[in-house]
């Protein structure tokens, strides 16, 4: 039943793409707030209900850990803003096209002229009025830890003295069923993995938002963003 309202949902979204497209420019803003109202639809579909503490920022760079492509939807939801992603996303059936039409970019984490490409990309849409989103991690993990986070990205926001925002998502089964049985990692498979959230009932998304900061170079922002998530993700008080 999920699985036909997801796809119902979907197909009006995208209907509703095609009529913003034709109605008038379309703007990083108009996209976002696309994406977001397509997220909501989603997670509504899938029985997640999302519980935030904290502020969404408003600009500047979002940065958190990943457990899986659920984060991309929770987030979108939560924040109208502009997502880093991964190359092979913009390849997936229906994910992939809703990227695209957000106005995602997208980094082949493989290529050092893509990385260099994506964050002068980065730095050009810190000017817009959109936060901008990724995942440090460079990867989506089983929940165990929080990675070391990938420097590159943070250069634009120091550079251009843009707040750096650190956000935490957690995953809670209310059966008391592990976080890692909705992260997707390793080589499973998206399309297996989807079904199995599609039949998970009763899980919430908790996101907690920290305090917009600036740093001084991009390794200290960097560390201090990885511990502040951490600390986060750990359930404690973040000082700032």
């Known amino acids: 039943m ?3 309202a997801l796809a119902f949902a979907l197909t009006v979204s995208f209907i509703r793409l095609a009529l913003l497209r034709i109605r008038g420019p379309f703007t990083f803003e108009r996209r976002a707030l696309w994406l977001q109202s397509t997220a909501r639809l ?3 579909c899938l029985g997640i209900r999302v519980q935030i503490t904290g502020r969404p920022p408003a600009q ?6 990943h457990l899986s492509y659920l984060d991309i939807v929770i987030f979108a939801a939560t924040v109208p803003s502009c997502m880093v992603a991964k190359a092979e996303i913009a390849r997936w059936p229906v994910f992939g096209l809703m990227a695209r039409a957000s106005g995602a970019l997208f980094v082949d984490r493989s290529s050092r002229a893509s990385a260099v490409a994506v964050t002068n990309q980065v730095a050009e849409r810190l000017k817009e009025s959109l936060p901008v989103l990724f995942f440090p991690e460079g990867t ?15 250069v634009p926001a120091v550079e251009s003295r843009a707040p750096v925002t650190a956000a935490a998502v957690r995953y809670v089964i209310e059966d008391g069923t592990l976080e890692r ?3 997707w990692f390793g080589d499973e498979v998206l399309i297996s993995h989807l079904w199995k959230a599609l039949g998970t009932a009763g ?4 996101v907690h938002f920290g305090e917009p900061q600036y740093f001084a170079d991009r390794r200290s922002a960097a560390r201090q963003t990885h511990a502040e998530v951490t600390a986060m993700r750990c359930g404690e008080l973040v000082l700032q």
Not at 140 to 152: E, I, K, M, N, Y
Not at 203 to 206: M, R
């Open 2 to 4: 999920r699985a036909v």
């Open 203 to 206: 899980f919430t998304a908790e």
């Open 42 to 44: 989603v997670i509504s």
């Open 140 to 154: 989506s993990t089983d929940g165990a830890q929080v990675l070391p986070f990938h420097s590159r990205f943070f």
């Open 60 to 65: 500047g760079l979002l940065v958190s850990n």
């Open 181 to 183: 049985e909705l992260c």
